[in-house]
Nanobody
Framework: QVQLVESGGGLVQPGGSLRLSCAAS????????MGWYRQVPGKERELVAV???????NYGDSVKGRFTIASDNAKNSVYLQMNSLKSDDTAVYYCYAAGIWKDGYFDEKAYWGDGTLVTVSS
């Protein structure tokens, strides 16, 4: 199995910054894609940012220019630097991983963390 553990959420004022971290553990040789999604009550989970192992990124329209995704492949970790935060960024942020090479086989299943709450409020 694969476990994803997020950290770094919390309360921040509008205009502030926050950095989320996510570490994957388990029988992992290589992860092809890692990233972040977010969800607020009553709405669907939406893309924040994803990053492929070869460096391809994809950002949600609402965070472009403000958020930056990065990874450390050696540590099976992904990070999200969030700047110029707005109240609309308040959500539970979920770490995501997919396309995982394990011992002897390729696992296509998508894995999710339990989420970390980010609250942007004055």
């Amino acid at each position: 199995q694969v476990q994803l553990v997020e950290s770094g959420g919390g309360l921040v004022q509008p205009g502030g910054s926050l950095r989320l971290s996510c570490a994957a553990s388990g029988s992992i040789l290589q992860i092809n894609v890692m990233g972040w999604y977010r969800q607020v009550p009553g709405k669907e989970r939406e893309l924040v940012a994803v990053l492929s192992r070869v460096g391809t990124t994809n950002y949600g329209d609402s965070v472009k220019g403000r958020f930056t995704i990065a990874s450390d492949n050696a540590k099976n970790s992904v990070y999200l630097q969030m700047n110029s935060l707005k109240s609309d960024d308040t959500a539970v942020y979920y770490c995501y991983a997919a396309g995982i090479w394990k011992d002897g086989y390729f696992d296509e299943k998508a894995y999710w963390g339990d989420g970390t709450l980010v609250t942007v409020s004055s």
